[in-house]
């Protein structure tokens, strides 16, 4: 853990010693009384967190806290929901990478399975959020939605923005290539492990999404997200 996270009603109640943190906080930051740590309060400021006493089950910290954070990237995510290893990745990596939304949507090709991972219906979701957040040093998490087919989200997805899809089939446009001049911010979709089907194309195309490539290798769905949001970052001057 680069930053260790903590909820807002944690902060005034001691730290089992079971929690992982307290593991990290003893044995790996190897703090002890008196000492202090980084720390961050989720969608919150940055701080850093003494501690105070250590018990044989609990640990007794409290906490400083700076200016509020920064908002997100305006950068939406819309990816056709893969499977839960796969989403697992996206959540981590694209929290680190700072974006605002990540919609994991219903197309033509998702296995309707995968939506009812306990990923989703646990709430595991999160844990992989606060992870990506811990390794970037920031306490923004991005908002999460799972299992809304595809056209309920285009539909409801803020008209002033990029609009952009990648597809290795009929995109004639590298992600690259495309302006994004004037835009400060967009939304950036990616299809399930099988890609787009027709009708998914024709309800991207409705929306104004522009068919985009990474080039003629084929890339595992999470290398993607991280390859095209770091050209986007850049194209938005967010580098």
């Not at 595991?124 to 809304?148: I, K, M, N, Y």
């Not at 923005?161 to 950036?188: F, H, M, P, Q, V």
């Not at 492990?193 to 990474?214: I, K, M, Y």
Request: glycine share 8%; net charge neutral; hydrophobic share 45%.
């Amino acid at each position: 853990m680069n930053l260790i996270l903590f909820e807002a009603a944690e902060t005034s109640a001691p730290l089992p010693r079971a929690d992982p943190r307290a593991r990290h906080i003893l044995e790996i930051l190897r703090r002890r009384v008196g000492d202090t740590f980084d720390a961050g309060l989720v969608d919150g400021p940055l701080g850093q967190a003494t501690l105070a006493a250590i018990a044989p089950d609990l640990l007794t910290l409290t906490f400083t806290w700076g200016a509020p954070p920064p908002p997100a990237d305006p950068i939406t995510l819309v990816i056709g929901l893969p499977r839960p290893q796969t989403a697992r990745d996206i959540l981590r990596d694209a929290t680190t990478l700072g974006v605002a939304a990540i919609h994991f949507v219903a197309t033509e090709r998702s296995d309707a399975n995968y939506a009812a991972s306990t990923l989703w219906t646990s709430g595991e979701w999160r844990r992989h959020c606060l992870a990506g957040a811990a390794q970037a040093f920031a306490t923004r998490l991005p908002s999460v939605a799972s299992g809304p087919p595809l056209a309920t989200t285009l539909a409801a997805l803020s008209p002033a923005t990029a609009r952009l899809a990648l597809d290795n089939y009929e995109a004639s446009t590298a992600l690259a290539a495309c302006n994004l001049l004037g835009y400060k911010s967009a939304i950036l979709a990616l299809g399930p492990e099988r890609g787009w089907g027709p009708a998914d194309r024709a309800a991207l195309r409705a929306h104004g999404f522009t068919l985009t490539h990474l080039g003629q290798r084929v890339l595992r769905t999470e290398t993607a997200v991280i390859a095209a949001l770091t050209l986007v970052r850049s194209q938005l001057g967010l580098l």
